[in-house]
């Protein structure tokens, strides 16, 4: 583990390269990026700019063709499968723009999912707690199709912290949400980073640099300066 | 917490795999149909073949258990000596051992006359069953009219009947004896062995409990009084009902081979709607790879779900079997329980077991497919 300095996650020369017909399609060409604690960070671009692909880079959901991912410190490159899927589960949080709810669990239960096979009693207790903050206590037992999106998002949200991460990766966290219950959203994660968690959010919406601490611009595979 | 609550507490996988199956609710009921069909076809044929032997052999009767000792008359030898009864009482252990006299004679009775057998048997209990009255044992006075001549004259035990001019009551009127066996008694009548005038035992009739006893006391008087000389001839039927029961666990194998191929066809019916549910959850079964579920989380998962179908399809399976069987065994044998004997219960419980590992195999091949997959393709929409 790194030391308690270090930077959440830190990356350096990221390359992405996709083999397309004869030739390569190159997503990211060549990436830093270093998210601190608590640090709010919105990643802005337009579609195909590679914001997407980054965000999978940083969550272990995908390697890098060249360049590092580095967790707390410690380089993620030679992680096997179920190394990567351990580091995942005890530092990263992840909201989908399609919530991606289990549509047979309630919303307690779908809280609840990401430690659901620890068998930890106290589990329940704090994924209920979690619904409350994010304004939910009083729907714990409907399922999904009983939800609106904006409490849908709000149980992603929940289930991205049950784990207690470090680091929440969003994925146009307001994209399928009104101005309203997007504010809502980007509220609860300003007390998030509060609490010491650093929160990445892809978005397109421009409400969203209005609540973060630094924005990247995001084209053709290449940040900003 | 319920009960229920507390097992998917404990095992989570449970909780998810059982929520799984009631999204689709007609295609989960069609999948355990095929596996239902393929536990009652195996179970059910099987009692059948089970059936169809305990039926074949009740009609063998005894016949498996006896041993008949007889004289060789291609030796000279007319009739059975008391050193010969000896030697077989001893050769037959705790077998009973019944020594039978044999002559003709004219039974009267109610102004009827017939010309029949007379049996001279001092202890006919150890050989015989009576469906009225008791058979006395030893048998020293009175006489035991067979079923048929029964029926024949309307005899009832506690009648007077006469036999060769000397006057009998009727102890009992022997049980119809069930298929063929080498003594049938039933169009004669038994008496006392020294009031039948012959000058000699004619049979010997050995009664074992089973046919590897009958087999073994068949060598043992073979060795003891054929010593010498072949005296007596020796008739047991042990190897030909052992054959019988050989043919009959063939043929069950071969029933049982026939619904084992529903159960197969079963099988690739889970497979399917496995593979479909898979593709259907892709990015569900993505998400929960992206928030720390392992691949083989994933499979456990599937496999939970492939193994409920089969838990589900066997119980129901096993419940219409036990249905089918008592139906099966009151055509063939008129007595239902039959369905619920333990060699019935072997066929339930092998359905069952292949039900249940048919399936699972079944979800084997997606839940693999579905666990290799990188949670970054499944994400990708």
Same mark, same amino acid.
């Given at each position: 583990m790194g030391s308690d300095g270090a930077p959440v996650v830190d990356a350096t020369g990221l390359v992405k390269r996709y083999e397309s017909g004869g030739g390569y399609l190159e997503a990211l060409k060549g990436v830093d990026i270093t998210i601190e604690r608590g640090e709010f960070v919105a990643v802005m671009g337009p579609s195909g700019s590679g914001k997407s692909t980054l965000l999978n880079l940083l969550g272990l959901l995908d390697e890098p063709t060249e360049g590092a991912v580095r967790i707390d410190g410690r380089d993620t490159a030679d992680l096997s499968d179920a190394e990567r899927t351990r580091a995942r589960k005890q530092t990263i949080g992840f909201v989908f723009q399609d919530f991606? =709810?289990?549509? /047979? =669990? /309630?919303a307690l239960e779908n809280v609840e999912v990401p430690a659901l096979l620890d068998r930890d009693p106290e589990t329940r207790g704090r994924a209920a707690d979690l619904l409350g903050r994010v304004g939910l206590g009083d729907r714990t037992d409907h399922l999904p199709s009983e939800l609106s999106g904006g409490q849908k998002q709000r149980v992603a949200i929940a289930r991205s912290l049950v784990n207690e991460p470090r680091l929440l990766l969003a994925d146009e966290p307001t994209g399928n949400l009104d101005r309203e219950t997007g504010r809502t959203v980007l509220d609860e994660f300003t007390r998030i980073t509060e609490a010491g968690v650093a929160v990445v959010a892809v978005t397109h919406d421009p409400q969203v640099p209005k609540y973060t601490d630094r924005t990247v611009d995001m084209l053709d595979g290449e940040l900003e300066p | 917490m319920s009960r229920v609550a507390a097992l998917y507490r404990r095992f989570p996988t449970l909780l998810i795999a059982r929520r799984n199956l009631t999204r689709t609710t007609a295609r989960t009921t069609l999948a355990v149909l095929g596996i239902v069909i393929g536990v009652v076809a195996i179970a059910s044929l099987g009692v059948f073949g089970s059936v169809l032997q305990t039926a074949a052999v009740g009609n063998l009767g005894d016949i498996g258990n006896q041993v008949v000792v007889g004289p060789n008359s291609e030796e000279g030898v007319t009739s059975l000596s008391e050193r010969d009864v000896r030697e077989i009482r001893e050769a037959s252990g705790d077998a009973g051992v019944v020594p039978i006299k044999q002559s003709r004679g004219t039974v009267e009775y109610g102004g009827v006359s017939r010309m029949t057998s007379v049996y001279g048997i001092s202890n006919p209990a150890a050989a015989f069953n009576a469906s009225s009255g008791r058979i006395p044992?030893?048998? @020293?006075g009175g006489a035991l009219v067979g079923a048929s001549l029964a029926e024949d004259l309307d005899v009832r035990a506690g009648n007077s009947i006469t036999v060769d001019n000397r006057t009998y009551r009727v102890r009992a009127v022997l049980a119809e004896q069930g298929g063929f066996s080498p003594l049938n008694v039933g169009a004669g009548v038994v008496v006392p062995? $020294?009031?039948?005038?012959?000058?000699?035992?004619q049979q010997v009739v050995v009664q074992t409990e089973t046919g590897s006893a009958a087999n073994a006391t068949a060598q043992a008087i073979r060795a003891s009084v054929n010593d @010498? $000389? $072949?005296r007596v001839t020796i008739t047991e039927f042990s190897q030909i009902t052992e054959q019988i029961d050989s043919f009959f666990d063939t043929l069950s194998l071969f029933l049982i081979g026939i619904g084992s191929i529903s159960l197969v066809v079963a099988g690739v019916s889970i497979l399917n709607v496995m593979l479909m549910s898979t593709i259907e959850r892709r990015e569900e079964i993505g998400v929960l790879r992206a928030v720390g579920y392992q691949r083989l989380d994933v499979v456990k998962i599937l496999l939970t779900e492939a193994s409920l179908l089969g838990v589900l399809g066997g119980v129901v399976g096993v419940g219409l079997s036990v249905v089918a069987g008592a139906a099966i065994a009151q055509v063939a044998l008129g007595d239902p329980t039959a369905a619920l004997s333990p060699e019935a219960a072997v066929y339930y419980l092998a359905g069952f077991f292949f039900g249940v590992v048919t399936s699972a195999l079944s979800g084997l091949y997606p839940a693999w497919k579905a666990a290799r997959e990188r949670p970054v393709d499944a994400l990708r929409s």
């Open positions: 991606y =709810l289990i549509p /047979t =669990l /309630t | 044992d030893p048998l @020293r062995a $020294e009031q039948v005038n012959s000058t000699g035992i @010498r $000389e $072949e």
